[in-house]
């Protein structure tokens, strides 16, 4: 399975934007790029997708570059909530069983 | 609104005691996993199901049993717990079919064998 490389960890003040970088090098041109995130305590949540094309929602912006290898989650106001650990995840098989974990970015958010 | 529901949420054991983890699922999906999480890791499939009556190992299916009688029920079960299995384990359901679609996590079950 494709591999992502993420920092260990991340420091962002609150209200500013945070650019969380994720490398996938030996992606392939039918991976989706996932993110999720893990708040203290809790399972992880669903944060954005993407194939190619940049991508918005409500939680985050995923800007992809052109040729794959790297993405940026973007959270455009850093709030003390959104202190977590950040998993950039390939989603390289068909079928159930497509999502594998490194150890993610943790991002602190400083007041 | 419940999305994924996990009981018990806390449990001590001692080793060699048996135990089920139950996860409940209100969205209809029909995948569901089981995962466990260690101190500074990620998490790691144990078992899965790709619907009703099904089964599937992971990466680290040893010493855990799973089954899915229901749709909406999967339950994770320990017959003789051992320290190792120490850990918090994690439910997780999603609709079936293509690679994004994202997938749904309890809140987790913080498991202690002593």
């Known amino acids: 399975d494709a591999k992502t490389t993420q920092p260990n960890s991340m420091e962002s003040n609150e209200e500013e934007p945070v650019h969380l970088p994720c490398n996938h090098s030996?992606?392939?041109?039918?991976?989706?790029i996932h993110w999720y995130r893990q708040l203290p305590s809790q399972g992880p949540e669903y944060v954005i997708h993407g194939l190619t094309s940049n991508v918005n929602n409500r939680m985050a912006s995923l800007a992809i570059a052109e040729d794959r290898k790297s993405s940026t989650l973007i959270l455009h106001r850093a709030t003390l909530r959104d202190a977590a650990v950040y998993y950039c995840?390939?989603?390289?098989?068909?079928?159930?069983?497509?999502?594998?974990f490194g150890t993610g970015t943790r991002l602190t958010v400083i007041p | 609104n419940a999305g994924v529901t996990q009981t018990p949420k806390f449990r001590v054991l001692k080793t060699g005691q048996s135990m089920t983890l139950l996860c409940a699922q209100d969205?209809?999906?029909?995948?569901m996993y089981w995962y466990r999480q260690d101190p500074g890791m990620g998490l790691r499939l144990i078992h899965y199901?790709?619907?009703?009556?099904?089964?599937a190992k992971g990466e680290v299916p040893d010493g855990y049993n799973v089954s899915r009688l229901k749709k909406q029920n999967f339950l994770l079960g320990l017959e003789s717990a051992a320290p190792s299995q120490t850990s918090v384990y994690f439910c997780a359901s999603r609709v079936q079919g293509a690679r994004y679609y994202g997938y749904t996590f309890g809140s987790g079950t913080r498991l202690t064998v002593v």
């Open positions: 995840i390939l989603s390289t098989r068909t079928g159930a069983n497509n999502l594998f």
């Open positions: 199901s790709v619907g009703e009556g099904t089964t």
């Open positions: 030996t992606i392939s041109g039918t991976d989706y």
């Open positions: 969205m209809n999906h029909e995948y």
